[in-house]
């Protein structure tokens, strides 16, 4: 049985674990975890869990207008047109993990589709999401199209001036650089 709850201060060591193996090192720290979930207003993070176990989390926020921009690394011209409106309020999801032994059971999808209810609670009326893409395999692309989003645009080396920043290490490329691609998924309500 799979249940959706929501993400609290002492689910971070776990949701840790996941980071480590499915995400690369370092990908999100406690402190960033902290930060994210003290942000109520904003933030959206769930856990999912399997017969009671702790298998995987996502963390989605709502952005106003150019926010999405500013704190995303998304560059508002990378997008189609009717996603570039000063008007829309932006639901971003920013990750989906499930733990590897988890994964193809449907949780990842179950996460991405509370993220989009609770983004109609709050009025958003544009959902991003990133997914990266190593040669021709985008992870994470049939839950995200499962709930109704589309590519709009593709960003190399997306995550490549921030794993440099942050120190993290791709679990694709390994040490920073990451030189993943970003392809973006969308969705206007």
């Not at 109520?40 to 106003?64: L, P």
């Not at 021709?136 to 645009?153: A, C, D, F, M």
């Amino acid at each position: 049985m799979i249940s959706i709850e929501t993400f609290e201060f002492c689910h971070i060591q776990e949701a840790l674990k996941i980071v480590g193996t499915e995400l690369g090192e370092d990908f999100y720290t406690k402190k960033q975890f902290e930060a994210i979930l003290t942000d109520k207003h904003n933030s959206i993070c769930k856990i999912a869990r399997f017969n009671h176990k702790f298998v995987g989390f996502s963390v989605a926020i709502v952005f106003e207008n150019e926010l999405l921009f500013n704190e995303t690394g998304i560059n508002k011209q990378q997008l189609p047109i009717e996603y570039q409106n000063y008007n829309l309020r932006f639901g971003f999801i920013k990750t989906i993990a499930i733990n590897g032994d988890f994964q193809k059971k449907g949780i990842g999808s179950l996460l991405c589709y509370d993220c989009i209810d609770e983004f109609k609670k709050r009025d958003v009326n544009a959902i991003l999401g990133t997914a990266w893409k190593q040669g021709q395999v985008i992870h994470s692309e049939k839950i995200l199209t499962r709930v109704g989003l589309q590519i709009i645009g593709e960003i190399p080396e997306f995550w490549k001036h921030e794993s440099l920043l942050k120190k993290y290490h791709c679990s694709i490329c390994g040490e920073p650089p990451c030189y993943c691609t970003a392809v973006i998924f969308g969705k206007l309500y």
